[in-house]
């Protein structure tokens, strides 16, 4: 935790960056925040009054209407006014620097910044740079990390498996250019799973990948086997113009998500994927419309795993 | 009514989709509820919290700033918390179905979707593909239907005309391209106008159109003669670089609607027009600001409509 | 204040469209009003109840991410709904007139426009259209003006130096092409202040410049000696491709301000900005980020000007 922006000198979490270097409280902390929300948004009013008056910042210099409406969505659950602001139009092509850009909307009382960005750091640069009462969320940048939805996944495991310690879960598909796949990782090691595998093509792994504490399969047969979680990766159609693929029916004949493949993992196992989904290339719609799938539950827990990381930042002293 | 998503199994409004086919009843029953709420945008406080905590998407497959307003400002003023959601740039480019999207969206605990899409059906497909407590309206699909300006343009009659049942009603252009006309005709035969004319050039009604219960006319004079409401349609300028038509001068001499014109039709008879107008295309603008125009009217009394189908939606059981 | 669209009947600020014709009293209302709207950012929960339930249309024929986002953020501190429009992308390219459009926006019940647009006088058109509930803030047209900017300035100004009468402030750069300029000006004359210098290259400076009571230097060093308030205009990209200015780094030379040039200043000057700096061209960064910079309190008070821009309209007599 040396030198973790994330982390204030309290031990609270002042930004949330990455889940990588997160202490396992926090990530419980987390979850368990998030448990009384899900039940919020059955209510008759879906509303609890936690930040209101909290001007939240949608800072999209990537455009994302799904991550943006899910964030949009938790932050006025908890009553805050909401400004959305997709940045590439605008001030950038003014030739305004980011941290221009991000200290003029500070100045404009800014109690929340919700960051997504192409290159990987800005999220961490916008942290250092903001004074202390503001918070920093990253909402994906570049490669590197995408830690609400990391959140959201364990949070989904949680829910369906109670327990961590005694799963076996697979990562299958584009892990090199996920940063998706990064953040799950590290949330399910920090949390205690014993057996994270990635499954992909080479052309499709990261060298060192090993490193993040990971089995690696090039095969589905083997790497599903007996597994309790299977995680889908959604894969970019730009990976299949390059020379990294042969083509998308190639892709999904070794490595989509089939019945007959998920029969080699547990029968009682879980498939999530953090969409959007290319049925018919990284999974097939029986599979995903199946029995098994927790996908859609997946997108309602993120806005309950959203309050909860709005919440705590807010709440916490700097 | 056999096999009609539009209404629940204890009769009520489940979805608003298309004016055919509603009971009478459910026609008036709309306009009955939008009558008070016409007055609350006069107060000095517009807002009522009959959709407090609700979540309403603004779904536009399709760009329209002005409907899309409309309904924004209709879910606001019932309190209810909207997100906008232009989907052309986003998801849809990503390869993602649209009842994937639709899917993803109410697993984020969505109560009602507006929905606008070029291909007509799309409000149907979806409205078939919810969960129950989820409600549909269509905002216009393709040629098909705009059901809440059908709904709109019979409320405004009967504030200046009080009953159906005595009117003769002129629609008149470009019957063929427009989902307007077909919500209109649906409407006033639903509620027992006894004489519907439609007026255009032969190459601007679709073959068959007097099946819809309407009195063809070629002719301007003749359409005109005795109406007490004249509806005026869009002439999209896509049709005049098309062969279907000559000139938007051509048009305007034997179409557009001018005093002149107007004279012939009783001489309390009102004005209508779905907007947005071309001036001096298909109506001339001594005519569209004079005295017998009712079309800003139309605009105030489509927010109050807009609000009476959101609420009696939100109150069906399901 | 002869036939002044800005003031009623009651003398009383019916629209904010120029400073120019303003009366100082209601300069200073504005001042005065603003200032307790500073601490309210500063505040736990920062909302007042003061428009609640009023629809503010955010009317942007030009796209402006910054300045949005300020009467959009004022606007929600007062618990106003507000409605964004970019108008570029819709009806005006269906062919509808501008004045068809804001007569649409106000049948929907529009308290108040804030009304962006690329010509001269679009805000002044609308004023003078308008039915007299209905406010328009004037947020930058054409050349011509951008009254809240100016407020906002000469805010800050009274901020840090408590007096208008005993100041000498200097505008320097594009002044030809800057509606801040001249609204900057029409206030600081208003408010007393006894020299007002502009600072240019004789290209970036219209004819006849002196006739708005200003001093005129093209030479850094004489126009800012012994300055109170440095105020600095951003340069557009535009200017430099086209024939005014020989390069970037030419105009730095002459007319960026650095800590060197700003050495000729007083010793407690301050350095102001509207935004968004072009940093190594009109301004440098030592100076941006330095001690006399009040560049991101300028944002700060902007949101309290405009809060009371627009609370101040709303309550006036019509």
């Known amino acids: 935790m040396l030198n973790n922006p994330q982390i204030n000198k309290n031990g609270e979490l002042q930004h949330l960056l990455s889940i990588e270097g997160l202490p396992v409280e926090i990530v419980r902390h987390i979850l368990d925040t998030a448990e009384p929300f899900v039940s919020v948004a059955e209510r008759e009013v879906k509303k609890v009054p936690l930040l209101r008056g909290k001007a939240i910042f949608n800072l999209f210099f990537e455009p994302s209407t799904r991550t943006r409406t899910t964030f949009e969505i938790a932050a006025k659950r908890l009553s805050a006014d909401v400004i959305n602001l997709n940045i590439s139009a605008s001030s950038q092509s003014k030739g305004e620097t980011l941290l221009d850009t991000v200290d003029n909307l500070a100045a404009m009382q800014a109690d929340m910044f919700i960051v997504r960005h192409a290159q990987s750091g800005a999220a961490h640069l916008i942290a250092r740079h903001v004074a202390p009462h503001i918070h920093v969320v990253n909402a994906g ?5 995408h830690p609400t939805q990391g959140l959201l996944d364990v949070f989904t495991i949680r829910k369906f498996k109670k327990e961590f310690t005694n799963l076996r879960v697979a990562i299958v598909g584009d ?56 995680i889908m990766l959604r894969l970019q159609n730009e990976r299949m113009r390059g020379a990294l693929l042969p083509s998308a029916q190639e892709y999904f004949k070794y490595y989509g998500l089939t019945a007959e493949k998920l029969a080699y993992a547990k029968p009682d196992a879980i498939v999530m994927h953090p969409g959007p989904m290319n049925r018919g290339v990284e999974i097939d719609s029986t599979v995903a419309d199946g029995a098994q799938s927790v996908i859609l539950p997946q997108v309602t827990y993120g806005i309950a795993v959203r309050m909860a990381v709005m919440s705590i930042l807010v709440g916490a002293g700097s």
């Open 141 to 145: 940048d570049g490669r590197h990390a």
């Open 175 to 230: 892990v090199m250019h996920s940063r998706v796949a990064r953040s799950q990782i590290h949330a399910l090691n920090i949390l205690g799973v014993p057996e994270v595998r990635v499954i992909a093509p080479k052309t499709l792994l990261p060298t060192g990948v090993e490193q993040l504490g990971v089995h690696v399969y090039n095969d589905m047969t083997k790497g599903l086997k007996d597994v309790d979680v299977v």
